[in-house]
């Protein structure tokens, strides 16, 4: 019979900015992205919020592999995503990226003027349940929680997050089209949150499961206008 054990190794891990942070910047975005994706790729759905004074922050997953499904031998112009975690050795995973994620803020924020900054997350997909318990886990702090095509991680203690986001604002974007979301699901999630006294705020835009720039914008116009925490 088998015995499972662990080791701790070192690894490095990649990730994508635009903007470098400095004494200027004001504006800081941690972006998460969704399952099969790259941080590279991710990334350029956020160019339009360049600016001096914002610096855009794209971890990238640690576990990449190859997207294609096709029998054979992979090449060299076979497509590579990446996934922040699977159900194998869940609870260890979640741990790596949160140690990770929590090493990367440390990296840029003491680059910048720290009393000075607002800090946004965004998790898109897969990656609003890693920015999810990246922030309820890990020691990074944040004015604001984007949970974007995604809803709060399914193992959150939402008794616990009704004081949590009283000090973080919790802002929902799915788009109307989404085809993993649908009115009722959404309502029953609204419904919920109230019931556990969550403030929160929904936006929503027409389209499906994907990144809306013109949503963002209206997002990081927020941040310049300055965060408040009315929720629905």
């Given at each position: 019979?088998?015995?499972?054990?662990?080791?701790?190794?070192?690894?490095?891990?990649?990730?994508?900015?635009?903007?470098?942070?400095?004494?200027?910047t004001?504006?800081?975005?941690?972006?998460?992205?969704?399952?099969?994706?790259?941080?590279?790729?991710f990334?350029?759905?956020?160019?339009?919020?360049?600016?001096?004074?914002?610096?855009?922050?794209?971890?990238?997953?640690?576990?990449?592999?190859?997207?294609?499904s096709?029998?054979?031998?992979?090449?060299a112009?076979?497509?590579?995503?990446?996934?922040?975690?699977?159900?194998?050795?869940?609870?260890?995973?979640?741990?790596?990226?949160?140690a990770?994620?929590?090493?990367?803020y440390?990296?840029?924020?003491?680059?910048?003027?720290?009393?000075?900054?607002?800090?946004?997350?965004?998790?898109?997909?897969?990656?609003?349940?890693?920015?999810?318990?990246?922030?309820?886990?890990?020691?990074?702090?944040?004015?604001?929680?984007?949970?974007?095509?995604?809803?709060?991680?399914?193992?959150?203690?939402?008794?616990?997050?009704?004081?949590?986001?009283?000090?973080?604002?919790?802002?929902?974007?799915?788009?109307?089209?989404?085809?993993?979301a649908?009115?009722?699901?959404?309502?029953?999630?609204?419904k919920?949150?109230?019931?556990?006294?969550?403030?929160?705020?929904?936006?929503?835009?027409?389209?499906?499961?994907?990144?809306?720039?013109?949503?963002?914008l209206r997002?990081?116009?927020?941040?310049?206008?300055?965060l408040?925490?009315?929720?629905?």
């Open positions: 019979m088998s015995n499972e054990h662990h080791i701790h190794v070192g690894r490095t891990a990649r990730f994508h900015t635009i903007g470098e942070p400095g004494a200027e004001r504006d800081v975005w941690f972006v998460c992205h969704g399952h099969g994706q790259l941080a590279g790729d990334i350029r759905e956020f160019e339009p919020l360049a600016a001096s004074s914002r610096v855009i922050v794209a971890p990238e997953a640690l576990s990449r592999y190859y997207l294609s096709e029998p054979g031998s992979h090449s112009k076979s497509r590579v995503g990446a996934t922040w975690m699977t159900r194998e050795d869940r609870e260890d995973e979640i741990a790596d990226y949160v990770y994620l929590d090493a990367l440390d990296e840029i924020l003491t680059q910048v003027s720290s009393q000075r900054v607002s800090v946004t997350v965004v998790g898109f997909s897969q990656g609003g349940a890693t920015a999810n318990r990246w922030l309820t886990r890990g020691r990074a702090r944040a004015n604001r929680l984007v949970m974007w095509g995604a809803l709060l991680a399914s193992d959150a203690d939402l008794n616990q997050a009704a004081t949590f986001f009283r000090d973080v604002k919790l802002t929902i974007v799915y788009g109307k089209r989404d085809r993993f649908d009115e009722g699901m959404i309502a029953g999630y609204e919920l949150l109230r019931e556990k006294g969550i403030p929160y705020e929904l936006v929503t835009f027409d389209g499906g499961h994907r990144m809306d720039r013109d949503t963002l997002l990081a116009a927020k941040t310049e206008t300055g408040g925490n009315s929720g629905k």
